[in-house]
């Protein structure tokens, strides 16, 4: 059993910052990479960044410049450090790692940029 647990959603003003953190537990021998996406109603979900196990990073164009990702292999933990945000950021995040055994995902925070 893999668990993802994600916290640090929340309401945020336009312009504000929120960190976003990603926790992996269970039967895990091997992350490869990790990843933040989102979604919002009637809408596919989308890639927002990923991060493989070398750090190589891959962003969406529409968060480039204002988001981050990082990990902590020790801890089995994934970051998204999200500033600069816009209303068209509010989204449902969620948390999926790709491991030797299959991809697994969180069950998604909210996001809310609003004035």
């Known amino acids: 059993q893999v668990q993802l647990v994600e916290s640090g959603g929340g309401l945020v003003q336009p312009g504000g910052s929120l960190r976003l953190s990603c926790v992996a537990s269970g039967s895990i021998s091997r992350i490869n990479a990790m990843g933040w996406y989102r979604q919002t109603p009637g809408k596919q979900r989308e890639l927002v960044a990923g991060i493989t196990s070398d750090r190589t990073t891959i962003y969406a164009d529409s968060v480039k410049g204002r988001f981050t990702i990082s990990r902590d292999n020790a801890k089995n933990t994934a970051l998204l450090q999200m500033n600069s945000l816009k209303p068209e950021d509010t989204a449902v995040y969620y948390c999926?790692?790709?491991?030797?055994?299959?991809?697994?995902w969180g069950q998604g925070t909210q996001v809310t940029v609003s004035s």
């Open positions: 999926s790692i790709s491991t030797n055994s299959g991809r697994y």
